[in-house]
């Protein structure tokens, strides 16, 4: 009694393994021994199997009798998920005056790593309004994502006079001008320096001052203007 017959594979061709990332564990074919003894299956993949592409996994069906054949296997490791970001939502940025975005960050999921985002859009915004930044993922093996994130630059503060107390104006019979206090903004903008007078000043009077500043905010400041007649007349 003889066998020289190496064991044949059930299946003529064995199915594409596709996995994301990595695989972990193989799931072992089926032979059959001619005698009809067991057939012992092993092969000759190192797991897990993390390499993107495809990777060839040789079968070996061998019987009890040492008789053996082989088989190929089609192991393709693909990436075909884009990174998440941490942050599914990205909270508003709302400031007065400056706004600077810092980027945020993703998940790269085949690589493991966390990836920071990138934009093409400025980071920086000095000018009152709302924009939005575009963030873009990009994953080890190239594949990409993106989140936007809103920035609002405001300006509700009104400008502070330089000069916490404005001092009073003495004139004889009348004033004719008047010198234009200043104010500081926050936000370093132009301030517009305006009052309430009516030229000349003949009687003794309350001046309010008005800063605005580019965005429309406003400060008021007052001074008196005491107009006084202490001059004798001369004989002509």
Known sequence: ITDVTAPVADTATLADVIAECELTSLTDPTATDNCGGTVT???????PINTLGDT???????????????????????????PAPVVTNLPDLTAECIVTAT???ATDGCAGLVINGTT??????????????????TGGNGNTSSQTQT??????????????????????????????????????GLVTVTNDATLPITASAL???????????SSTQTQDVVINDTTAPVAD
Do not use: F, K, M, R
């Not at 400025?122 to 873009?136: L, R």
């Not at 609002?152 to 000069?163: E, H, L, N, Q």
């Not at 001046?207 to 905010?217: I, L, R």
């Open 41 to 47: 299956v092993t092969n000759d993949a190192t797991l």
């Open 56 to 82: 060839t996994v040789i079968w070996t069906y061998t019987d009890a009798n040492g008789n053996s054949s082989t088989q190929v296997q089609t192991v393709t490791i693909q990436d075909t998920g884009v």
């Open 103 to 105: 980027a945020p960050t």
């Open 120 to 137: 093409s859009d400025p980071t920086t915004y000095s000018a009152v309004g709302t924009y939005v930044i575009t963030w873009t993922y």
């Open 151 to 188: 920035v609002i630059v405001t300006d509700v503060t009104a400008p502070v006079a330089d000069a916490a107390n404005l001092a009073d104006i003495t004139a004889q019979c009348e004033v004719t001008t008047l010198t234009a206090p200043s104010a500081t903004d926050n936000c370093g």
């Open 207 to 217: 001046v309010t001052w008005t800063y605005t500043d580019v965005n429309g905010n």
